[in-house]
């Protein structure tokens, strides 16, 4: 069974930086699509950030947080990383790694970013 275990987040204040870092236990790591999505209370899950492409090439990110999130993978590791600066309030959320589309793998637990005003 693939496992994703998500960690890095924690309490920042607003305009602060912090990087996220999921292990994925999975074989074909260094080929498969990888995302990151978050869940806010109250919310539906939405996508953030997705790599896909020959060696992680291509990246999409949602609107709200272009040019402040930046997802990348590491390979060798099978992991994959999602940097986030210019935390908003709005960013606090728990956040999850996961393929970009159904069918998906098992939910890890996520972690939890916190963003003070």
């Known amino acids: 069974q693939v496992q994703l275990v998500e960690s890095g987040g924690g309490l920042v204040q607003a305009g602060g930086s912090l990087r996220l870092s999921c292990t994925v236990s999975?074989?074909?790591?260094?080929?498969?699509?990888m995302a990151w999505f978050r869940q806010s209370a109250g919310k539906q899950r939405e996508l953030v950030a997705r790599?896909?492409?020959?060696?992680?090439?291509?990246?999409n990110y949602a609107d709200s947080v272009k040019g402040r999130f930046t997802i990348s993978k590491n390979n060798a590791q099978n992991t994959v990383y999602l940097d986030i600066d210019s935390l908003r309030p709005e960013d606090t959320a728990i956040y999850y790694c996961?393929?970009?589309?159904?069918?998906?793998?098992?939910w890890g637990q996520g972690t939890q970013v916190t963003v003070s005003s």
């Open positions: 999975v074989s074909g790591f260094s080929v498969r699509a």
């Open positions: 996961n393929v970009p589309n159904p069918p998906y793998f098992t």
């Open positions: 790599i896909h492409g020959a060696g992680g090439r291509t990246t």
